[in-house]
């Protein structure tokens, strides 16, 4: 976790709910701190915003395109798989 | 909203079960080629995201990337099924870059997390009030994150938000990039990714977090423009 410490009990702060949000996305909360930080999602336009936009983050970055290799060198590492099985 | 409901999987996730791992280590071992060409076509983009982290290069990623898949096809008799299929490729192709890499003086220290990724607040404090012991208790009126409309996934947007998406992810922290393009990019699960980069699972979530965190801001940056054009 980052950021201002989160107290052992009562209320979490906003600030303190942003950088808890990969923890609570992730499930790693325990029962009670993950119980307090819905509690204040349920109260909080700005925290529950937040916490949608890191979701929406996720998802789009899912349809970022990516680098791979070249088709010549996939090829030709496919010519190398067929000639190492093609040995006797 | 639901604040039950957990992130879905980005379109990209293609993770091999492990109970298809033995299916597939016996393809391969067999000598089909198409059981080879479908883990190369799968897996080779993760693996120059990789490899690029520890080379200065997109040329001497490519060449990491190749050589791995070559001491895949000489050292598969060796795999033994104690890790996953991948986890095991993936580790070559570390070990590789790491050579590879020091020969290149470009090493980036995996093992701990530096002063900038530990304990920094990942959204600016003045977005937040609250007097003395409360700071931070709240977003102020200017500080609380406004609903992005239209939504990105709109088609409208969505050409210029994945352009502008990954240019932010180019210019991350090497680690920061490497975690959240296997972790969101790519769909690759969580102790895959700390086992693969030699990580706890802590660190990764660190470094997931800050990376989520930026990315969310230069979205935000840009609705902030687009925002303004809107309603003027």
């Known amino acids: 976790m980052t950021g201002s410490t989160v107290p052992q009990d009562g209320e979490v702060r906003c600030q303190q709910v942003v950088e808890l949000v990969t923890d609570y996305l992730e499930g790693v909360l325990d029962a009670d701190l993950r119980a307090r930080v819905e509690a204040h999602l349920a109260e909080c336009e700005g925290c529950a915003e937040y916490l949608d936009q890191m979701r929406t983050t996720v998802r789009l970055l899912g349809r970022v395109p990516v680098d791979t290799l070249s088709e010549e060198a996939k090829s030709d590492l496919i010519t190398a798989f067929r000639d190492f099985h093609g040995r006797p | ?132 012991e409360r700071a931070g208790a709240h977003w102020t009126s200017l500080g609380s994150p406004r609903r992005w409309q239209p939504s990105p996934e709109d088609s409208s947007l969505a050409g210029e938000i994945r352009v502008r998406l990954a240019a932010a992810l180019a210019v991350l922290p090497d680690r920061q990039r490497v975690v959240v393009t296997l972790r969101d990019v790519h769909g690759v699960p969580a102790d895959e990714v700390s086992a693969t980069l030699g990580i706890t699972d802590a660190n990764q979530r660190v470094l997931l977090h800050r990376a989520r965190a930026r990315l969310r801001a230069e979205l935000e940056d840009y609705y902030r423009g687009v925002g303004s054009v809107v309603t003027s």
């Open chain 2, 1 to 132: 909203m639901g604040v039950e409901e957990r992130v879905e999987l980005p379109r990209q996730a293609d993770p091999v079960a492990p109970r298809d791992d033995a299916e597939l280590v016996a393809r391969l071992r067999r000598g089909e080629a198409a059981a080879f060409a479908e883990v190369v076509d799968r897996w080779s983009s993760m693996m120059l995201r990789v490899a690029r982290t520890y080379v200065s290069t997109d040329a001497s990623a490519q060449e990491i990337v190749q050589d791995t898949w070559m001491a895949v096809v000489r050292g598969l008799d060796r795999f033994e099924g104690r890790s996953s299929l991948r986890t095991w490729v993936f580790r070559i192709l570390t070990n590789l870059a790491k050579t590879r890499g020091v020969r290149e003086a470009r090493t980036v220290p995996w093992s701990s997390l530096g002063p900038t990724e530990d304990d920094q607040p990942t959204v600016d404090p003045d977005r937040f009030a609250g007097p003395g």
